[in-house]
């Protein structure tokens, strides 16, 4: 369901849609993004865009993420952040040109996204 095949749908409980950040989420996986590296098996690259992945943040010293980027999953608290290695969130990176540029992904679709029509 990416605007490669021509046809995209996503479907968002309600309760969900803003306060969790899960529409943009499932917009995200239209425009071919997948979920932070960490939560797929090892070596794993996202077919559409290897750069195109969420982010956990991290605090400086620790080892453990407090925030996470709308597209990545499990841990901190999830912030209505796309990743991208332009700038900080609270103090943390919120991602890197090589794994974590969800903003990339956004500038490189839009206009194939627009395209689909209705």
């Known amino acids: 369901n990416t605007h490669t095949s021509g046809f995209s749908l996503a479907v968002v409980d309600e309760n969900c849609a803003i306060g969790y950040f899960s529409f943009g989420h499932e917009i995200g996986h239209m425009h071919g993004m997948k ?5 797929y098996a090892s070596g794993y690259v996202n077919p559409y865009y290897s750069y195109g992945h969420g982010w956990l943040m991290v605090p400086d010293g ?8 709308v597209m ?9 952040v796309w990743s ?3 700038g900080q969130f609270l103090g943390m ?3 890197d040109a090589i794994d ?3 903003r990339r992904v956004h500038i490189n679709t839009r206009f194939k996204m627009a395209a689909l029509g209705d």
């Open 35 to 39: 979920h932070n590296k960490e939560s």
């Open 62 to 69: 620790q080892v453990t993420a407090t925030h996470r980027t």
């Open 72 to 80: 990545a999953l499990t841990t901190g608290s999830r912030v209505n």
């Open 84 to 86: 991208s290695p332009v």
């Open 93 to 95: 990176e919120k991602g």
């Open 100 to 102: 974590a540029d969800a």
